[in-house]
């Protein structure tokens, strides 16, 4: 029984790859198709009945052309907080390691650290963009200087944008970052950097701050700092009611009220209540009483980005069209040929029946249009973002 082989990256077919040539939609002539919204059509054949026709005739197995798929990549801006407490010497610094024997390191180096990682498994399969509260321009002075957001990002959303990012934002060992909380105002140019793409990708928002927000706009001092900033809350709503779910990222964030004092921090405010709304607001809730993520330290803000990053990778793999009836997938390989510890799902049996208790795959409509890559499938491919997968054909 013949195998033939196809190499998928997602859900998108590339007709340039097929060598299958393309009836022109409803409503064109050929030659006039839009290249942003490919046609998928059926492998043709002229070849004996099998059992399985399409538009052109009967489909045989020596004439199933394999198609190129290219991959479903999420996009996700990062809505990071690189205000003055994030290095301050009465709350900037934490047990990052939870070991009493070595020693404290700033919130903002934790951060730093944690988005590298994350880059260095994820470039691949989710194009990043990034958004900086305040600017890289704002000063530690008590007033609207402390305050600015550039009206765009740090780093726009790209592939491959991690070194881009790593390189534009501030070092690691930095102790000069400064400014207040506007929260409010980076999470509005991380909904405009994705309400201004042109595809159907998913997008999402991940913000990673440590105290409320402030430096609500229009807001004159000492308001500017000692009232939270309510457009928040009605900013990630209106993110979320667009399509752009926002997970949410408290660092070190106590459940208590703040004092009613002059202190450049919002007044009788419960900083993890406020989250916990955002987190529901955003549409990203988390069971039990804590609906944020609250990383006390560096190793929880590690697990909360890892965690958030494999919800936002899909392991469903789109196929273009439906499987012929007469073939099955025989083999699944997850990863390139050059990469070590390449993952390969080899007969029948590796169709799983369970995908939350087994490694393997599986049909995810009957129409067979679409598998998913259960257990360790799926966390490799989280990891690489490449399968290949071949089939073997019934004849007779």
Known sequence: MPWRRQRHRGSQLDPGTTGIELPPPTGTTAGTTEPDEPTTVAPTSTGPDTGTTTEDGPLVCDEFVPMEIEPVIPRVV???????????????????????????????????????????????????????????????????????????????????SGAAILAALPPADTMTIAGGTPAAAGIKVALDELASLQDDEPKFIILVTDGAANCKEGTVTPELFNAYDDNLPMVVAQAAAMGFPTYVIGIDIEDVFSPTVVDGNPDNTNTYEKLNELAELGGTARPGDEKFYNALNQTELQAALNSITQQVVSCEIKLGEPVPKMFYIQRVEVGSDDDAGQQVYEGQDTQVANCDDEAGWKYTTPDRDAIILCGDACEYYKETGVVQIEYGCFIG
């Open 78 to 160: 990062l809505v990071l907080d690189k205000s003055g407490s994030m290095i301050s010497e009465e709350s900037g610094f934490w047990d990052h390691d939870a070991d009493p024997n070595t020693p404290d390191i700033t919130r903002w180096m934790s951060l730093h650290s944690v988005v590298e990682s994350i880059f260095a498994g994820l470039d691949n399969v989710i194009n990043f963009g990034a958004v900086l509260f305040p600017s890289l321009t704002a000063t530690g002075s008590y007033g609207p200087a402390a305050c600015p957001v550039d009206p765009d990002p740090l780093v726009p959303i790209g592939p491959q």
